[in-house]
């Protein structure tokens, strides 16, 4: 009997934990669950009208999003077999793009607001969100093949 194989959603949970306690070099989160490990990644319905809009950017907020996107060029890496790598540029109030770049094919570009308030109500909606991404992404490096090849 063989086994199914993961559902993506569960596979990029599983990169994000993983790039979460990669992160860890004096491994202080190794105690940790992995749903204590995707708590910050979590808000309640209240919880961003609590965070003010116009403040200087968290720099946990900065790694969070980070994490989140080294595990979305992981999974992009993973459904395309190309080297993948992420950019995140933020300005100071949390305003800016994060991009996930094949070769030279730019194949995510997410224009990002507000960076303190990133978060999402359920792991479920994290998973969805990121298979949405991996696949627009997976789709650019598929229609441009000869560009994502390339080697800057």
Do not use: H, W
């Amino acid at each position: 009997m063989s086994r199914s194989p993961m559902p993506l959603g569960e596979l990029f949970v599983k990169d994000l934990v993983g790039q979460v306690r990669a992160a860890d070099s004096y491994g202080r989160l190794d105690r940790l669950t992995d749903a204590q490990l995707l708590r910050p990644y979590l808000v309640t319905p209240q919880a961003p009208d609590e965070i003010p809009l116009m403040c200087m950017v968290d720099p946990a907020a900065v790694e969070r999003l980070r994490v989140f996107f080294r595990a979305v060029a992981a999974g992009v890496e993973r459904a395309t077999g190309l080297v993948t790598d992420y950019t995140l540029d933020l300005d100071a109030e949390g305003f800016g793009r994060a991009l996930v770049v094949i070769g030279r094919l730019v194949a995510c570009c997410e224009v990002l607001r507000d960076v303190n308030r990133f978060g999402f109500r359920t792991v479920e909606l994290i998973a969805q969100y990121a298979q949405r991404l991996i696949a627009s992404a997976a789709d650019a490096a598929t229609r441009y093949p000869e560009v994502a090849r390339e080697q800057p």
